[in-house]
């Protein structure tokens, strides 16, 4: 694996064996934190962190990951700095590529990503745009390794919003993983045609598929090894609220769905979700209307990831860093 001096704007970044890679180096990571190994793999190292919309995981795993492997990191919110309200993409990255030695930026345009990568002259790393969100992926399938020891032929269902950055960008790393994906959606939130063909080649050539399904049925289910769900309302859309809870309420991720996939009793499904999650009154949003994406016995199930795979956030974004520095 080379990526020394590289970007991650989105997984065609990668390579499938670079993709699968930082999997693994996530792993060996990890492995190295709970031997109790200090890092110094990221030592004097200033990494700017470009925030334009809330984060809890991606912002603390990214703070903890450099910490921990010596470097230094520098919050920088859309309150905080000029870009996009004084200053052109292209003059902030000029700047902060003078400065630091890589950037991780979390915000609304994919382009945006994209000028502070060709402009900035030090790798940027996507910490979710509208349109994709990779290192999610990164976490999501390493949190699948490590409970099924692989990640090729096994079967990964995603149902609810089928056109979000979680399901786009799970929809290409499942691909490069040689697994078999299915994005279970209305058909208003298909995909765009040209990353599902995109990832049905990839899959293909990795022995894995990719099927956009309409309706969550049985037979849909039927022998996931993982089912995955995401927000109704993503970031930005909130305008769009009334008409997706309208929309999703049958892809609503619960009890029978799971035991559809006929894999609860021998242990051989998991439940994952990026979080944050609307799976109880547990939120001013949903206090009055209830859990929305996925009841709250499925998010409080044994056969639920959800916090390992939120604690694996920060080893894949710690293997990145590491990777491209
Ligand atoms: N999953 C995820 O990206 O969470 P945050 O929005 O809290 O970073
Ligand atoms: N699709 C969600 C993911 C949050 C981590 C959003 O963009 O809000």
Known sequence: MNLKGKSLLTLDDLSDEDFLGLIDLAQELKAKKQSGEKGDLLHRKNIAMIFEKSSTRTRCATSIAIAEEGGRAEYLSAQDIHLGKKESPADTARVLGRLFDGIMYRGFKQETADLLARYSGVPVWNGLTDESHPTQTLADLMTVKEHFGKLAGLKVVYVGDGRNNVANSLMLGCAKAGMNFVNCTPVELTPCDELVAHSKEIAEKNGG?????????????????????????????????????????????????????????????????????????????????????????????????????????????????????
């Open 209 to 325: 598929s990719v099927a956009v399904e309409h309706e969550p049925t049985a037979e849909v289910m039927r022998g996931a090894h993982v089912v995955t769900t995401d927000v109704w309302v993503s970031m930005g859309e909130e305008d769009k609220r009334d008409e997706r809870i309208e929309l999703l309420k049958p892809y609503q991720v619960n009890m029978e769905m799971m035991t559809a996939t006929g894999n609860v009793d021998n242990d051989q499904v998991i439940f994952l979700h990026c979080l944050p999650a609307f799976h109880d009154k547990n939120t001013e949003l949903t206090q009055y209307i209830g859990a929305m994406e996925v009841t709250n016995d499925v998010f409080e199930a044994p056969f639920s990831k959800v916090f390992d795979e939120a604690e694996n956030r920060m080893h894949t974004i710690k293997a990145m860093l590491v990777a491209s520095l």
